[in-house]
């Protein structure tokens, strides 16, 4: 299973064997009309974004956003994204939110059928799976058991990506660990971000327990 670092600079890249550049990370709200521009891609990289909101802000809990409202303002921004993705032979993932179109299990494979039957083998559009950002506050007590199930619901997923490490300050490390190794999708690389403290510990902790190729 290969690990991910995402970098302040906003480049995502492999943890190991030279650090060589996966993606990069662009804080657009799709959903809500932000694009990533044809020059911010690159061939055979990943452009990586929120699927987004049709709130007024960027994380508040707006109804609209998991109706069909948000749904109707994802797929207008991926079909006139997808064309640009294409010609520039990138791919371009959407992070998963609590508060965005992509906020759960059901979305996400709702969005995966959406994808292949609008865009077909071609599609440009694959997941970034954050289990962390897919809690809410009332589930956090619980969080251990909602990770579980969302790695489980998703790891049959060929849409997925990556999966965004959940912080080790939300769950003990060892406990992420077991996460992560018994249900995240074999195929998909692991994502460590700089939003979770010492990316260094982190990684650390990851090899240590046996995940990271």
């Known amino acids: 299973m290969a690990l991910l670092l995402s970098t302040r600079n906003g480049e995502i890249r492999s943890a190991g064997g030279g650090g060589a550049v996966w993606g990069r990370w662009w804080a657009r709200n799709v959903a809500g009309g932000e694009v990533v521009r044809g020059e911010e891609m690159s061939r055979d990289e990943v452009a990586v974004a929120w699927s987004g909101t049709v709130a007024d802000g960027l994380f508040e809990a707006d109804p609209r956003t998991w109706g069909a409202a948000g749904w109707g303002a994802l797929k207008a921004g991926c079909i006139a994204l997808a064309p ?63 990770i579980a199930r969302l790695l489980q619901w998703v790891a049959d997923l060929d849409v997925v990506a990556a999966i965004v490490v959940p912080r080790m300050a939300v769950l003990p490390g060892p406990v992420v660990v077991d996460l992560l190794r018994a249900h995240a999708p074999a195929g998909a690389p692991l994502m460590v971000t700089d939003e979770q403290g010492d990316p260094a510990e982190v990684l650390a902790r990851l090899a240590a327990g046996g995940l990271g190729a």
């Open 84 to 146: 640009t993705a294409i010609g520039a032979g990138a791919m371009v993932a959407l992070r998963t939110h609590a508060m965005h179109v992509l906020s759960d299990a059901p979305s996400c494979r709702r969005f995966g059928e959406w994808c292949r039957e609008q865009f077909g083998a071609e599609s440009p559009f694959r997941i970034v799976v954050d289990p962390e950002s897919n809690l809410t506050e009332s589930m956090l007590g619980a969080a251990e058991d909602h």
